[in-house]
């Protein structure tokens, strides 16, 4: 049984009469066939670039997957898709029928990136704000997602059109995994974010500070080398709770690069129990809303 079947929801465009000829509504209609499949929706975002959100992301959606979850894993970085690299699957394209665009998947979890369409890992994606949110939208829309329990959206750093993009195409059961790094400047930038979904009305399961100090390979002592803190301080002053500190641990780089996540290569490592933390609250949150 669909799961659009007895749904009484007059805001819904399923339960619309539009004109047929009118592509946008016929656009609408189809991304909330999709998106009503998608129990919940978690975008992954930060006011600030090379904090990790696609490493969060990418080993987020691995420990929702081994907590038995149904999980989607969507990449809407336009001009600098991560998600192909970080999980081996460079060069990869998608399979098509009459149905749409078939995700790739990998470990049990459905990708999908404008990075697995481009004809080489070196062309730019070159797009104004309007094209940004088709591009978003036939991402959501065209690939046969089924039935989730979550899907992650790795979202590019900042508050613009990739992320306005997101919120007002997602609908109901959204939130948000907002990342910070300990220093000033990244949670200057962080702080906009918080504000971003303040004013979008969108929830917050909370934040993450990474790269919350480094442990050494050999000696595996910490060091504070982005200083520490401050992601508290900004819990404390903006009432989002703190979820996690993830140390900046030189393997978790080593398997990004390498196409082989953290979270599966070493699961009982301190970053991995932080990323398992996380999925866990993410669960939580979902139930209790």
């Known amino acids: 049984m669909s799961s659009c079947e007895g749904c009484n929801d007059s805001s819904c465009s399923i339960n619309q009469q539009g004109n047929p000829k009118d592509q946008q509504f016929q656009m609408r209609q189809k991304l909330d066939k999709r998106m009503c499949e998608v129990k919940n929706k978690i975008i992954v975002m930060s006011g600030k670039g090379g904090v990790g959100k696609s490493t969060t992301a990418v080993n987020l959606a691995l420990a929702l997957v081994e907590q038995g979850k149904k999980v989607g894993l969507l990449d809407i970085d336009i001009h600098g898709p991560s998600i192909p ?66 899907l992650l959206l790795d979202c590019p750093p900042g508050t613009g059109d990739e992320p306005l993009s997101a919120v007002q195409l997602l609908g109901s059961g959204s939130a948000a995994v907002v990342v910070t790094t300990p220093q000033d400047v990244a949670l200057t930038d962080v702080e906009k974010s918080l504000s971003f979904c303040r004013e979008l009305k969108l929830p917050v399961v ?84």
């Open 206 to 289: 909370g934040l993450i500070e990474n790269m919350s100090g480094f442990i050494c390979p050999h000696c595996g002592e910490r060091s504070d080398i982005f200083k520490s803190g401050g992601a508290e301080k900004l819990a404390e002053k903006t009432g989002v709770p703190l979820l996690v500190k993830i140390p900046f641990e030189p393997l978790v780089v080593i398997g990004g690069d390498a196409g082989k996540p953290h979270i599966l290569e070493y699961p009982d490592s301190t970053s991995s129990q932080a990323f398992q933390k996380v999925a866990t609250a993410v669960i939580e949150f979902s139930v209790e809303k």
């Open 85 to 150: 690299k970080m999980l081996g699957l460079e060069g990869e394209r998608p399979n098509a029928d009459d149905d749409g665009i078939h995700p790739l998947a990998t470990s049990g979890l459905k990708l999908m990136s404008i990075g697995f369409l481009l004809a080489s890992t070196s062309e730019a994606t070159i797009m104004r704000g309007p094209m940004k949110h088709g591009a978003i939208q036939q991402l959501l829309a065209d690939v046969v997602w089924g039935e989730l329990d979550y």
